[in-house]
Structure formats: C-alpha cells, structure tokens
C-alpha cells in the first residue's frame, strides 16, 4: 500500500482543515488507518484512527470533539477534519496503515506510511 497525504496549509486558530490520505492498491479496505503527527522538536504523536468499515475510530484526547477520522473506501481515501485548530496543532501529519485490528495509538502496528504534510495554524 502506497499512501499519499495531502491538505495541510496554513490556517488560523478556530478555523477548518481537511487532511486527505489517498492509498493505492486494491486491499485498502482491508487496512484499519491512522493519523499521526510530528510537531518541530517534539515525538511523534498518535492523533486518530478507524477500523477498516469506519465503524469505530478512536482518538487522542488532545483532538477528541475538534477533530474526525472518516474514510471512503470506495476512493481509497481517509480523511481528517480538522475543526477548531489550535497553535499547538501546528505539526507535520502522517497517515499510516496497519493490517491489525483498530484502533492501536501505538506506531509500530501501523506499516505503511505516507510522506506527511505540514499543517501551520496561526493565533
């Protein structure tokens, strides 16, 4: 699975963003997804997940109620609705696959991932 991250920018705090994660092969389906970001100095941190059908999603406690994991596995794309974006929200995000089960926080069960794309939110 190749995967393609896309949508990040510039935006200011209390607006909206929508991060796209576009996969090719035909087994994206079969891949529950994840979110994840690295902010300039900092680890790199787990932001949400969802299950292969997009019935469960979980998310970092940072970002729950703000911001929404969502997929279309019929375009092979997972999203991320970034609502009310804070300065601290400011990092690089990933996408990542994991063939396991939804909805791990962890990165070493995730074994795609894409090149990132960098989210700037100013005050």
């Known amino acids: 699975v190749q995967l393609q991250a896309s949508g990040g920018g510039l935006v200011q705090a209390g607006g909206s963003l929508r991060l796209s994660c576009a996969a090719s092969?035909?087994?994206?389906?079969?891949?529950?997804m994840g979110w994840f970001r690295q902010a300039p100095g900092k680890e790199r941190e787990f932001v949400a997940a969802?299950?292969?059908?997009?019935?469960?999603?979980y998310y970092a406690d940072s970002v729950k109620g703000r911001f929404t994991i969502s997929r279309d596995n019929a375009k092979n794309t997972v999203y991320l609705q970034m609502n009310s974006p804070k300065p601290e929200d400011t990092a690089v995000y990933y996408c990542?696959?994991?063939?396991?089960?939804?909805?791990?926080?962890?990165?070493?069960?995730?074994?795609?991932w894409g090149q990132g794309t960098l989210v700037t939110v100013s005050s």
């Open positions: 990542a696959a994991n063939p396991g089960l939804c909805c791990s926080d962890y990165d070493s069960p995730y074994d795609y």
């Open positions: 092969g035909r087994t994206f389906s079969s891949y529950a």
């Open positions: 969802i299950s292969w059908s997009g019935g469960s999603t």
